[in-house]
């Protein structure tokens, strides 16, 4: 894989961030509710997720899907079951949640953790995005040193975004005007994750 093939992987791996859906929708409640550090803990933890899928892919396990469909379609039951109860979950909050304690923000951190990791992990579409996007760079002669530089960089390209997303939304400013939005931010929010969840079962 030469350098302009490796832009071509940067490029589709940044648009595929870039794109709003569910994961940041997450983000942006963890750095809305809690704090900045709990929206780049979930960032981070997406990001990890997608470096397993981009994993799976390029050493070929994902052919076990064509193989086992049947597994495709359980990981995305299981991925809409996820996100109808965030949604659910956004969708009764009050808007008004405060860490009080630091045993409460340790659990946060792990919330917040638990929710960025399984967000992308049960996603079974980003599965088909990597078989998709690696088909066209993985040869057969394909060097261990080139597998690691393509599941490094859609990892590293995931978690930079929504770090970068997390820095943003929790500057003073930007951040008290969502604060003072909580509720509609939650509403919209789980609004969004049904939408999705349905989506997926429905497919």
């Known amino acids: ?90 969708l009764r909050s009050s808007g008004g949640e405060q860490l009080v304690a630091d045993q409460v923000v340790t659990q946060s951190w792990h919330q917040a953790a638990r929710d960025g990791l399984m967000i992308s992990l049960l996603n079974p579409k980003l599965m088909i995005f990597f078989v998709a996007l690696f088909s066209q760079f993985v040869q057969p002669d394909t060097s261990l040193w080139l597998a690691v530089i393509m599941v490094a960089t859609p990892t590293l390209i995931d978690g930079g975004w929504y770090c970068l997303v997390a820095v943003v939304l929790s500057r003073q400013g930007i951040l008290q005007w969502l604060q003072q939005r909580t509720q509609l931010i939650d509403r919209v929010t789980g609004v969004l994750l049904l939408l999705v969840a349905l989506r997926v079962v429905t497919l």
């Open 1 to 90: 894989m030469g350098f302009s093939a490796w832009i071509s992987l940067v490029g589709v791996c940044l648009l595929g961030a870039m794109s709003p859906g569910p994961s940041l929708a997450v983000v942006l409640r963890h750095t809305v509710h809690q704090s900045r550090s709990h929206g780049i803990v979930a960032g981070v933890s997406h990001a990890l997720g997608v470096g397993c899928y981009a994993l799976v892919s390029v050493t070929g396990l994902a052919a076990l899907f064509a193989l086992y469909p049947v597994w495709q379609q359980l990981l995305g039951w299981a991925g809409a079951a996820y996100l109808a109860w965030l949604g659910i979950k956004a």
